[in-house]
């Protein structure tokens, strides 16, 4: 996977890493963290996915838009959002995007409910509601209330 690691790291660029790479191996790719980072607002534990930017702010500074496909390391699900895959940038999970691992970052969600969602999401062209979660086979009323505030379409 390729991600763009830039804002308060001592090399800000474009760097390749393993798949399953977390937000620290990003920001470690980058030389690591410079000493006005804002480690509070981001979730280095937090997978990263292909194609996004980790954004690492500074101490004092508001946390950017989302418009570029910024991803901001603070999620709870956190691999910072890119828009093309993964977590968007409060940390979402996009369940049109996600793979089976970003998928198993989420509560109650493990190999075989990721796999169900993304098998969803092939045989109907995605999801165009966090609400149609409930129709996969596996997520009754009480997932689908502990997943909605953590994805987004």
Known sequence: MV???????LTPGVYELDSGS????????????RSDADTSAINLAAPASD???????VQGEAA???????EVANGSAGTFPGTDRG??????????????EELQTLPKVGPVLA????????QYGGF???????????IGPATLEALRPLVTV
Not at 65 to 70: I, K, L
């Open 115 to 122: 796999a169900s969602i993304i098998s969803w999401r092939e």
């Open 128 to 138: 165009s509601s966090v609400d149609e979660l409930d129709q996969v086979s596996g």
């Open 3 to 9: 991600v763009h690691v830039a804002g308060a790291v």
């Open 64 to 70: 950017p838009s989302s418009a570029g496909g910024t």
């Open 51 to 57: 194609g996004s930017q980790v954004y690492i702010p």
């Open 22 to 33: 977390r937000v620290n191996d990003a920001v470690t790719a980058a030389g690591g963290l």
């Open 87 to 100: 977590a968007d940038v409060g940390g979402l999970v996009n369940i049109n995007t996600a793979s089976v």
